[in-house]
């Protein structure tokens, strides 16, 4: 198979939406937090924890919603945790999420080992995966139905949680409430608004996202928990949902981006003479250019209103 006829591939993609699913979710995650003003730096953190307890609880209750259930748990307490620190304890939201990634990399590992005495990954335990639909009838239209038929059932929700996800921001009170604290606290606290409260809302929604995304990588992308599976995922829907601008359908269409680069990575191994280790660098790269673009789109944008605010100013 040569480079051109990688697109005509219907599996080229299904990988495309394969790959984009955590970093949507994860994107999503991101931006109801920023929406609420918190940079919830600690995404890839919580998915690395709720990609093993997804894994675990599925082996300890015998069933994968309950696994997912867990997993979804865990990444509600690492969000609230980040939460707790930066609105009560006036930490530095970014720090903590540092500090929380770096301990999801080793505390994980070290939980696996006590439990299954597995090192490196969760290979004694046998695999559960959420469900794959095929949907019928258009699992039988050529190409298409290789495309999008037999998705794990994480894929199609993650399209829904888009529309669920702009619905609540934009069409709710809650959703005001939470663009409103993220904006303007003060503002909104002098109208009667609980700041705390609704940014722990916004977080515990944000940790609800990252742990399926986490689940998903570990019993839907992957049929095991390995270390370093997460591998940036976080940090690229941060970025993503940068780049989408801060919005459900703007990151839908940059985890799109970020997911056919990502499946065009993996399959340029097989047909390209290029090294690994740089075919495997592609998605990273181009996470780099395109948080680059934003960031010069948005200081241009800023410059500009500056400067015609300076102009405003003098003609007074």
């Not at 959420?130 to 495309?147: A, E, N, W």
């Not at 829907?237 to 056919?260: M, T």
Request: proline share 4%.
């Amino acid at each position: 198979m040569n480079f051109m006829n990688l697109f005509e591939n219907p599996q080229f993609w299904f990988g495309v939406f394969r790959s984009m699913t955590p970093i949507l979710l994860a994107a999503l995650a991101a931006m109801v937090a920023t929406r609420c003003g918190i940079t919830n730096m600690a995404i890839e953190g919580t998915m690395t924890f709720s990609a093993l307890f997804g894994v675990l609880g599925a082996h300890w209750f015998g069933s994968v919603w309950l696994g997912l259930l867990l997993a979804i748990l865990i990444g509600v307490v690492v969000s609230l945790f980040l939460a707790y620190f930066k609105l009560q304890m006036g930490a530095d939201e970014v720090l903590v999420g540092i500090a929380i990634n770096l301990l999801a990399a080793g505390a994980t590992i070290f939980i696996l080992y006590l439990v299954t005495g597995d090192k490196a990954s969760s290979s004694s335990i046998p695999p559960k995966l959420l469900p794959f639909i095929h949907i019928p009838l258009i699992k039988d239209i050529p190409f298409i139905g290789k495309v999008i038929s037999g998705q794990s059932i994480i894929v199609y929700f993650s399209f829904v949680l888009v529309l669920m996800m702009n619905f609540l921001l934009f069409k709710t009170p809650l959703g005001l409430r939470i663009r409103s604290v993220g904006s303007n606290p003060h503002a909104s606290e002098s109208v009667g608004v609980f700041v705390n409260k609704t940014r722990y809302i916004a977080m515990l929604i944000s940790g609800i996202l990252a742990g399926i995304a986490g689940a998903y990588m570990s019993m839907g992308y992957m049929s095991i928990f390995t270390k370093g599976m997460i591998a940036g995922r976080g940090f690229i829907g941060l970025a993503a949902s940068n780049v989408g601008g801060v919005a459900p359908f703007g990151g839908l269409l940059a985890a799109l981006l970020f997911g056919f680069f990502e499946s065009l990575g993996n399959n340029l191994q097989s047909v390209s003479t290029l090294p690994a280790e740089f075919i495997l660098m592609i998605p990273y790269i181009t996470t780099i250019i395109a948080y680059t673009i934003f960031s010069y789109r948005r200081l241009t944008a800023k410059k500009r209103k500056a400067k015609q605010l300076a102009e405003n100013a003098a003609k007074i």
